[in-house]
């Protein structure tokens, strides 16, 4: 049975007639396997899965007009793939006769079918995200496909597709009328026809192959791979193998990536990747809109035509809203813009075109007005004021903001989608009337709000409050129109229609290079600076050293921090889940103005005698209880703990300490030497000095003693001390977190430091409280960590939020112990306890008082966890929700019996977050708990934020 099908002669193509009970018994009879049959959905076969003891497998009954010759071109290519590139392909399978066809009786006439093995796994789209690597991955699976059937040879009968996109201007041509939706039918129309207009000059140059044809996120099989993300392992479905433009391959694959695209830029790692491995032409590269514009109607309006052919196709009607918003999402931009951006992927970018002609103002003097995430005049969260633009104008007779400048003050807190903050134009704002006039010979019309001057290719596009506006023909220099005050938007456009002006920073090159920058027609003697956030990430590499890790893979170029939130250079806001050391927020004016004041009165060391020494030295001894009472004044957390085993070597004569494993305490020697998380030193528990004696970590969660066990960790520490104290070594010092941060912030078992404490007093030691992180307000209930615990340590240390970010420590102890140091010679650190040190410190605690941040903690903390607490009970990688106030620990577990850590997932999953405005980092020795650890001031609203975004990402995938 051979065919020369022809689409155009043939286009009602309904589905065979099939059930699964004929299904069953045909792959009884013809191949000998026991099976149950479930529909799969095809266009225009008839296809089963077939679950057998022998395995499971796909039954592909054919479309009467396709014949044996077509099946076995189609698995020959398949096999031809697979040995080229790797690629898992369906396989046929052999009927009891031997033979692969099988010919099968129809009610409506003759067709054959075959069974093929079934790939493991899932189509990658049945998630709702894809992640950039896997997207990428895509890209490579479509390159590696085109790459081998570049070089297919086998035979391939001739076939007039309607799926071949050479023919989609006629498929949309032939088929647009069965499209309903209003306007639907023109819209695909107009969209076919500008896209092979565009594609006119290029197609003849374009390289044409054999290709799959349909390779999209539903025919690509994935399976889990460690980070939970989909990795793309297999093609499916030959069905529409044909002679077309290569390049259409990734035209295909970039139009079933739309839906998930709000923003089109997340399509370029799949060309990237595609070009990497089947290098993209420059001709292909400027086809490829089009090409995905043509794939989007001919696939829209044949949806609707085989849905109106085949009532009975549930596939074909269920993909009708998927193949819409594939078509909006496809013409949702102009085609020059989305080849703009697709060459964005690829070549370096093309020099900007700039608007010449004349001044389109008079001259006089032009301020500019500085509306960036780095502008001082946004201090103090001055941005989030909606007249911000208006009042920072002010007075200057004529002030703009410049073209393609990201404006801070267009962000959106709490928002999922970057915000669109980057003018296609120039904004000028004038506070004395303007004549404005044609820097060019056009014709004035109005649209909307806008009046244009066009002429021969370009626009001049005016949005504002003009009046007295000309009409018709004009010559250069002629007055368009008057603007009395207020602002005026300022733009060009070689589009024919009206551009948007503020679009999202990641659109802003692509638009840019149809929207000429307009700055010469207002300020001809204007210089501009750019920004470029991959060129200095390059520059930290090479000056920075790298060992000082920097977090996420791309990381947001962030200049600013307003409250509770950082800003990245296009203006795009994260909630920041992350800093702890930000106690009081991020840029907070009360802070800022007495660091300042300070700074223009003193800054010296303690050595002199001034106040606020004095003062802060007198705050933080009443912040413990007696009989701590002395302070010291150091600049890290670091040197605190450090000072603090000084201070017990000094005052016991003795040497060894005794610190708990998977606990970070600094990273000098004597520091480093008594951490022990693998996490920050993966060497940490082989490189332990002998001075360094160490006790389980009092993990309740995952620990060797749980739930009502837990009690043990400290007798088995207490049995330890004993042991030290008859080994003729008993401890200086028991050093540890009085809440166990590294884990997420775990309370500790109740009494443990009391047991602990006691048995290293008995000893002769003493007891050191590192709160460096978890004190000072942060667990809400408590202000300090060893409260919880209901005992008094004889030395704290403190750090981190103590300065807000400021480089503060102190270590907290008595009268006595202090004295101690004595034997060692004096203590002093140039700049801890300084006097911008202390001023710091005390406007942070004047902060923390007068804005009852640590009750904020914990009516915020309370209703975080409470929230957390329902998305475990919904989400099973939640293995358990740590912490109090606002430190606290979202445990990720790939199993909740064996507890199997989620580090990769954890990793991945921090990366989504930030894609969606958060900044979220992983934490513990196994990285796979949430560190959630925000700036004490955040709302209700945004831990709701948190753990909405949250919820999204365990429910869509990440
Ligand atoms: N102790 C603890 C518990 C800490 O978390 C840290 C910092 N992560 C330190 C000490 C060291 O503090 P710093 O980085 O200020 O030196």
Not at 117 to 130: N, R
Not at 448 to 458: I, S, T
Not at 476 to 503: E, K, M, N, T, W
Not at 845 to 852: G, I, K, P, Q, W
Request: proline fraction near 7%; glycine fraction near 10%; charged fraction near 20%.
């Amino acid at each position: 049975m051979s065919t020369t099908f022809n689409f155009f002669e043939n286009a009602a193509l309904a589905a065979p007639a099939f059930s699964t009970g004929q299904a069953e018994n045909l792959v009884r009879e013809r191949y000998g396997l026991d099976g149950v049959a479930t529909v799969l959905g095809s266009q225009q076969d008839a296809n089963f899965r077939v679950v057998s003891p022998a395995g499971t497998f796909v039954l592909k009954v054919s479309n009467p007009a396709f014949g044996a010759d077509d099946l076995e071109a189609q698995d020959q290519a398949a096999a031809h793939v697979a040995r080229c590139s790797g690629i898992r392909v369906p396989s046929p399978v052999p009927g009891v006769d031997g033979r692969v066809i099988q010919p099968v009786t129809l009610a409506s006439g003759s067709t054959v079918a075959r069974l093929v093995t079934y790939i493991d796994g899932k189509p990658l789209g049945t998630g709702a995200y894809l992640a950039p690597p896997i997207v990428a991955a895509l890209g490579d699976l479509t390159g590696r496909t085109s790459g081998a059937l570049a070089n297919f040879a086998g035979p391939l009968p001739p076939r007039e597709l309607q799926w071949d996109l050479r023919n989609a201007h006629d498929v949309v041509s032939h088929l647009a009328d069965f499209v309903t939706v209003p306007g639907g039918a023109d819209a695909a129309r107009t969209a076919a026809r500008a896209a092979a207009e565009t594609l006119g000059p290029f197609a003849d140059g374009l390289p044409v192959q054999v290709v799959h044809g349909d390779l999209t996120v539903d025919n690509v099989i994935a399976t889990g791979d460690g980070d939970g993300r989909p990795r793309p392992v297999g093609l499916i479905d030959f069905g529409d193998l044909t002679r077309s433009w290569a390049i259409a391959e990734l035209a295909v694959t970039c139009a079933s990536l739309l839906p998930r695209a709000g923003d089109p830029s997340v399509l370029l790692p799949a060309i990237h990747a595609f070009d990497e491995v089947r290098p993209i032409t420059d001709d292909e590269l400027n086809a490829l809109w089009p090409l995905v514009v043509l794939r989007a109607a001919s696939l829209m309006v044949s949806g609707r035509h085989q849905a109106s052919i085949d009532r009975a196709n549930r596939y074909a009607a269920g993909n009708l809203d998927l193949e819409w918003q594939i078509f909006e999402a496809a013409t949702a931009l102009p085609i020059r813009v989305m080849t703009a951006l697709v060459r964005s992927a690829l070549r370096p970018a093309a020099p900007r075109p700039v608007a010449a002609g004349r001044p389109i103002v008079a001259g006089g003097s032009r301020a500019v007005l500085d509306l960036s995430t780095t502008s001082p005049a946004l201090h103090g969260g001055l941005f989030l004021d909606g007249g911000a633009e208006t009042r920072l104008a002010g007075d200057a007779d004529m002030a703009y903001v410049p073209y393609l400048q990201a404006r801070l003050t267009r962000t959106r807190l709490n928002a999922v989608e970057p915000p669109a903050t980057v003018g296609l134009g120039v904004e000028l704002f004038a506070a004395a009337p303007l004549e404005i006039r044609a820097p060019w010979p056009g014709t004035v019309d109005r649209q909307d709000d806008a009046v244009a001057l066009r002429a021969d290719g370009r626009t001049l596009w005016l949005t504002g409050p003009l009046r007295d506006v000309a009409s018709g023909d004009l010559e250069a220099g002629d007055v368009i129109g008057r603007l009395d005050a207020g602002s005026l938007r300022v733009q060009v456009s070689a589009l024919d229609g009206r551009p948007p002006f503020l679009v999202p920073a990641a659109m802003a090159q692509a638009w840019a290079s149809v929207c000429p920058d307009p700055t010469p027609l207002i300020d001809p003697d204007a210089t501009r600076d750019e920004h470029d956030g991959a060129a200095l990430l390059a520059r930290r590499t090479a000056s920075f050293a790298t060992v000082q890790e920097h977090y996420f893979t791309e990381p947001p170029h962030v200049e600013r921090g307003w409250r509770q939130h950082m800003f990245d250079m296009a203006g795009r806001s994260y909630l920041d889940m992350l800093n702890n050391v930000s106690i009081v927020g991020h840029g907070h004016p009360r802070l800022a103005d007495a660091v300042e004041r300070q700074w223009r009165l003193l800054n010296t060391n303690s050595r002199f005698h001034y106040g606020a020494v004095v003062e802060f030295s007198e705050r933080l001894a009443g912040l413990v209880p007696a009989p701590l009472d002395t302070v010291f004044l150091v600049n890290s957390g670091t040197e605190a703990d450090d000072l603090a085993l000084r201070l017990a070597w000094a005052n016991t004569g003795r040497r060894d300490v005794l610190a708990v494993r998977e606990a970070y305490h600094g990273w000098s020697d004597a520091t480093d030497a008594i951490s022990t998380s693998v996490a920050d030193n993966p060497n940490a528990v082989e490189t332990r000095p002998a001075w360094v004696h160490t006790v389980a970590a009092p993990n309740t969660f995952r620990g060797e003693y749980r739930g009502a066990q837990a009690h043990r960790y400290a007798e088995d520490a207490e049995a330890y001390v004993r042991e030290m104290v008859r080994d003729g070594r008993p401890p200086a010092a028991f050093l540890c977190e009085p809440c166990y941060g590294n884990a997420g912030g775990m309370p500790l078992p109740d009494g443990y430091l009391t047991t602990i404490y006691r048995a290293v007093r008995e000893a002769g030691g003493l007891c050191i409280a590192d709160e460096v992180q978890v004190g000072y307000g942060r667990l809400g209930e408590y202000f300090w960590g060893f409260e919880q615990q209901g005992v008094v340590p004889d030395i704290v240390t403190v750090a981190k939020a103590m300065g807000n970010g400021h480089p503060l420590g102190a270590v907290i102890t008595t009268k006595e112990i202090a004295a101690g140091y004595r034997g060692q010679g004096y203590f002093f650190s140039s700049a801890g306890g300084s006097p911008v040190s202390c001023v710091t410190g005390l406007t942070v605690l004047d902060v923390l008082r007068d804005e009852n941040l640590q009750e904020n903690a914990r009516v915020v903390g309370a209703h975080l966890r409470r929230r957390l607490l329902d998305l475990a009970a919904r989400h099973p990688i939640i293995g358990a929700v740590h912490g109090m106030g606002l430190y606290l620990g979202v445990e990720l577990v790939r199993d909740r019996e064996t507890l199997e850590p989620a580090t990769t997932e954890t990793a991945a999953i921090c990366e989504r977050l930030r894609e969606l405005g958060i900044l979220m980092q992983p934490t513990s020795d196994r990285m796979c708990v949430l560190k959630i650890k925000p700036p004490l001031c955040i709302t209700t609203e945004d831990a709701d934020f948190f753990a909405d975004s949250l919820d999204r990402v365990l429910t869509e995938g990440w």
